[in-house]
């Protein structure tokens, strides 16, 4: 079992940047595949950003080429730099952990882009 949290969120003018960070306590965090989702309100929530065991990654169209996730896995974490932010980008976002076939989140971080 491994538990999340986040940190990072935080209110940005639109065109600016944000690095949220997600701290992994736990054992074999290597073996997790890990991710950021997002939620707006009224909104169901979606993925933005997801890392593979060996750093493959995928992101969502609206965010490609202007988010990046990474994984440090010596020190049990992952990032996501968001650069060029838009209003639309606002939402709580979440870490996620999967690995044989359960799934762990984070409680939260809230991103406000303000136009």
């Known amino acids: 079992q491994v538990r999340l949290t986040e940190s990072g969120g935080g209110l940005v003018q639109a065109g600016g940047s944000l690095k949220l960070s997600c701290a992994a306590s736990?054992?074999?965090?290597?073996?997790?595949?890990m991710g950021w989702y997002r939620q707006a309100p009224g909104k169901q929530r979606e993925l933005v950003a997801r890392?593979?065991?060996?750093?493959?990654?995928n992101y969502a169209d609206s965010v490609k080429g202007r988010f990046a996730i990474s994984r440090d896995n010596a020190k049990k974490m992952i990032y996501l730099q968001m650069n060029d932010l838009k209003p639309e980008d606002t939402a709580v976002y979440y870490c996620?952990?999967?690995?044989?076939?359960?799934?762990?989140w984070g409680q939260g971080t809230q991103v406000t882009v303000s136009s």
């Open positions: 736990g054992n074999f965090f290597s073996a997790y595949a």
């Open positions: 890392i593979s065991t060996t750093s493959n990654t």
């Open positions: 996620n952990g999967q690995r044989l076939g359960d799934f762990y």
